[in-house]
Nanobody, 124 residues
Framework: QVQLVESGGGLVQTGGSLRLSCAASGRTFSTYAMAWFRQAPGKEREFVSAISRSGGSTYYADSVKGRFTISRDNAKNTVYLQMNSLKPEDTTVYYC?????????????????WGQGTQVTVSS
């Protein structure tokens, strides 16, 4: 089992940057593929980005490709989401998720563990 705690959210102007972090408990972090999702009020949870266990493979939603970068540090049990060129439509709560699936997944139901979320607000 793994517990996830996100941090790094906040308020930023359009075009600005933020880096989200997700710290995982436990000794088996490297056995989990990790992902970031986001969810606005009244909307379904949306895939943002995912990274394989080793960090060798990454995946992005079209809406963030070229602006966001996912990475992980298995020695620190942490996954990151570097968000550049932020837009007002990126405003929402961002969630970190973990799965032991061997295939990197992009759907929320494929993830077993979730953090509590961190708010990102981009002002226009």
């Amino acid at each position: 089992q793994v517990q996830l705690v996100e941090s790094g959210g906040g308020l930023v102007q359009t075009g600005g940057s933020l880096r989200l972090s997700c710290a995982a408990s436990g000794r088996t972090f490297s056995t989990y593929a990790m992902a970031w999702f986001r969810q606005a009020p009244g909307k379904e949870r949306e895939f943002v980005s995912a990274i394989s266990r080793s960090g060798g493979s990454t995946y992005y939603a079209d809406s963030v490709k070229g602006r966001f970068t996912i990475s992980r540090d298995n020695a620190k049990n942490t996954v990151y989401l570097q968000m550049n060129s932020l837009k007002p439509e990126d405003t929402t709560v961002y969630y970190c998720a973990a799965t032991q699936s061997v295939v990197v997944a992009t759907r929320p139901y494929e993830y077993n563990y979730w953090g509590q979320g961190t708010q990102v607000t981009v002002s226009s």
